[in-house]
């Protein structure tokens, strides 16, 4: 009796001390969440972010707040993430000329998209539209390359940054069309677009949700979009193939990570609440209108996919000759 007495002992004080560390733990989220956009308001990361922070919101019963850590080729908000406590609380919206990109511009980048980081869902691909100033003397793809070439060096080209995707689409462009082209880097597509509706920069090879409503408004001028198809935010736009440069095809993403180490439950409960929010209609309108679209992924699709993207940026980068230290 005695044994079965202490043996019933033991057993209710493990459960409580199970208990009380469950209490001590809580139930994730518990507090608000954060998450780090790497470059500055207005370009597609951001948009991305705030994208789904409602719908978030609502799902996790918890705010989920959006805060812009832009600077050194978006490697300050990387770091941020990367050395930020994994408990689920700070997240990266990542951009995927920085995540897979930045690993081969950059000898120390000062984390790595592998071992830093747990994938959590996909959120948005955009391929990239070229769009001028107004007042420029061309009006399509074909008439910009033909002017490049009268007048080499002349025409200059905004970027979010030194290495970034459009850094790289400008260099692409140069070597398919033999053109010569003046970079101007930029600390987000944010301010790269101001300085294009300044007049102070001729040309920008950007994700369509950073430029759309300009566009619409007659502000600025789309040549052509870098998509297999027209999209349906930009209809009159043609496609890279159409407006005479085929072989001039590539897309931007942009996904959701939280540091290494984030319990596997904690990713899935974040996973489930992104990839409910990406499904709902008026989330997809609002990407298609901005020229970005939805797409769903569990951790592990986005884990193979971002392994796979950071091996043929490194080739592109490599062939293209960009490094940043």
Known sequence: MNR???????????????TGQAIAQGKYP????????????????????RLVTEQLTASLGQPVVVENKAGAAGNIGNQTVARAKPDGYTLLV?????????????????????????????MTRAPQVVVTRV???????????????????????????????????GEMLQQQTGTTLTHVPYKGAGPAVQ??????VDLFITTPASVVSQIK?????????????????????????????????????FALYAPAGTPADVVQALNQAVNKALQLPDVKKRAEDSGTTTEVMTPAQLGSFTKKELDFWGQVITKANITLD
């Open 217 to 253: 408004a007659g502000k600025l001028r789309a040549l052509a979009v870098t998509s297999e198809a027209r999209l349906t935010s930009l209809p009159d736009v043609p496609t890279v193939a159409e407006a005479g440069v085929p072989q001039f095809k590539l897309d931007s993403w």
């Open 195 to 200: 300085d294009l509706l300044g007049g102070n």
């Open 94 to 122: 990542a951009y995927s000329g920085y995540q897979v990109g930045n690993p081969h511009l950059f000898k120390k980048a000062g984390w790595d998209p592998i071992k830093d980081f747990a994938p959590v869902a996909m």
């Open 30 to 49: 518990e507090r608000p969440i954060t998450l780090i956009v790497p470059s500055a308001p207005g370009g597609t990361t951001d948009f991305t972010a």
């Open 135 to 169: 007042g420029l003397p061309f009006n399509t793809l074909q008439d910009l390359v033909a002017y490049a070439k009268a007048n080499p060096g002349k025409l200059n080209y905004a970027s979010s940054g030194n290495g970034s995707i459009q850094h790289i689409a």
């Open 4 to 18: 079965i007495t202490l043996s019933m002992l033991a057993t209710t004080l493990a459960l409580c001390a199970a």
